[in-house]
C-alpha cells in the first residue's frame, strides 16, 4: 500500500506561480512513476506531467515550458513547480504513483485556482 499526501494548492492571479507537493509514504520502494493529473469541472481527468524513479519526465503539450516536475528521494515527495499559470489551469490537481506491480494510487486532490 501507499499513501499519497498533496499540498500547495490555492488561489493565484493569472501569471502567477504555485508549487504542489505529494509525499509518499507506505510501500514506497514500489513505486516506479509519480504523476500529476487535474481534472476541471466537467472534463476528464488528464495527465499534467510524470516523473519515473530513474528521473526521466514527461509533460502534457499544455503545461510544456511552464510546468516543470522533480522528486526527492530523500523526503520521499514529488513536486510540480507551476509558473505562468493561465484561468484554464484551473482544476483539482492530484498525485498518482504507480507501483512494479501494476498497482495504481491516488491522493486526496487540492484545488487550484487560477482567477483574478
Known amino acids: 500500500q501507499v499513501q499519497l499526501v498533496e499540498s500547495g494548492g490555492g488561489l493565484v492571479q493569472p501569471g502567477g506561480s504555485l508549487r504542489l507537493s505529494c509525499t509518499a509514504s507506505?510501500?514506497?520502494?514500489?513505486?516506479?512513476?509519480t504523476g500529476w493529473y487535474r481534472q476541471a469541472p466537467g472534463k476528464q481527468r488528464e495527465l499534467v506531467a510524470d516523473i519515473t524513479s530513474g528521473g526521466n519526465t514527461n509533460y502534457a503539450d499544455s503545461v510544456k515550458g511552464r510546468f516543470t516536475i522533480s522528486r526527492d528521494n530523500a523526503k520521499n515527495a514529488v513536486y510540480v513547480q507551476m509558473n505562468s499559470l493561465k484561468p484554464e489551469d484551473t482544476a483539482v490537481y492530484y498525485c498518482?504513483?504507480?507501483?512494479?506491480?501494476?498497482?495504481?494510487?491516488w491522493g486526496q486532490g487540492t484545488q487550484v485556482t487560477v482567477s483574478s
Open positions: 507506505g510501500s514506497i520502494f514500489s513505486i516506479i512513476r
Open positions: 498518482n504513483a504507480r507501483t512494479r506491480l501494476f498497482e495504481a494510487y
